[in-house]
T-cell receptor, first 111, second 116 residues
Framework: QKEVEQNSGPLSVPEGAIASLNCTYS??????FFWYRQYSGKSPELIMSIYSNGDKEDGRFTAQLNKASQYVSLLIRDSQPSDSATYLCAVRTNTGNQFYFGTGTSLTVIP | SAVISQKPSRDICQRGTSLTIQCQVDSQVTMMFWYRQQPGQSLTLIATANQGSEATYESGFVIDKFPISRPNLTFSTLTVSNMSPEDSSIYLCSVDGPGLQKGEQYFGPGTRLTVT
């Protein structure tokens, strides 16, 4: 079983819609959760971190964490073509240095 | 967040040779990491570069193949030794976020390696 699992997509949404990206993780003791955006040919860029159950909003981005279900999601409101990228879910375990990435979900926002 | 640079940004190397990749950070950081991202794949942690001691390698990665140096808190190198085409990949260094941003990792721009 992989530590972090994501739907690989591709996910396509029309411009202005809400894009929903999902991630599950296996280590119940994980404490830190992150979403990275990676444009083609570029390195990953941190866009959201979340540590507590519930929602965390930052501009058009909302991260949701449910530790009981071992589930993390990222919502992108009012999606723009510039949001087209691969989104990586990452989880940091209690051992600190163990930082696991999912395989990423490819998002395309259609103008 | 810290500003991270890597050299070289890309290289094409012949099999059997070695390449050393440099990672420079503009501030002192406790933790530095090296990742590999193969084409179309996610990131795989190679090792944690420890200042003043040997690197800590993940399963499947060994020091003879990927020797790492960390002479101070702002610099690290990763060498890819005796390269084969299977080593063609993007190599990324990352650092822990400072202060309140502990737990977050920030990535350098990456080194795109092609082995022929």
């Amino acid at each position: 079983q992989k530590e972090v699992e994501q739907n690989s997509g591709p996910l396509s949404v029309p411009e202005g819609a809400i894009a929903s990206l999902n991630c599950t993780y296996s280590d119940r003791g994980s404490q830190s959760f992150f979403w990275y955006r990676q444009y083609s040919g570029k390195s990953p860029e941190l866009i959201m971190s979340i540590y507590s159950n519930g929602d965390k909003e930052d501009g058009r981005f909302t991260a949701q964490l449910n530790k009981a279900s071992q589930y993390v999601s990222l919502l992108i409101r009012d999606s723009q073509p510039s949001d087209s990228a691969t989104y990586l879910c990452a989880v940091r375990t209690n051992t600190g240095n163990q930082f696991y990435f999912g395989t990423g979900t490819s998002l395309t926002v259609i103008p | 967040s810290a500003v991270i640079s890597q050299k070289p940004s890309r290289d094409i190397c012949q099999r059997g040779t070695s390449l050393t990749i440099q990672c420079q950070v503009d501030s002192q950081v406790t933790m530095m990491f090296w990742y590999r991202q193969q084409p179309g794949q996610s990131l795989t942690l190679i090792a944690t570069a420890n200042q003043g001691s040997e690197a800590t390698y993940e399963s499947g990665f060994v020091i003879d193949k990927f020797p790492i140096s960390r002479p101070n808190l702002t610099f690290s190198t990763l060498t890819v030794s005796n390269m084969s085409p299977e080593d063609s990949s993007i190599y990324l260094c990352s650092v822990d976020g400072p202060g309140l941003q502990k737990g977050e990792q920030y990535f350098g721009p990456g080194t795109r390696l092609t082995v022929t």
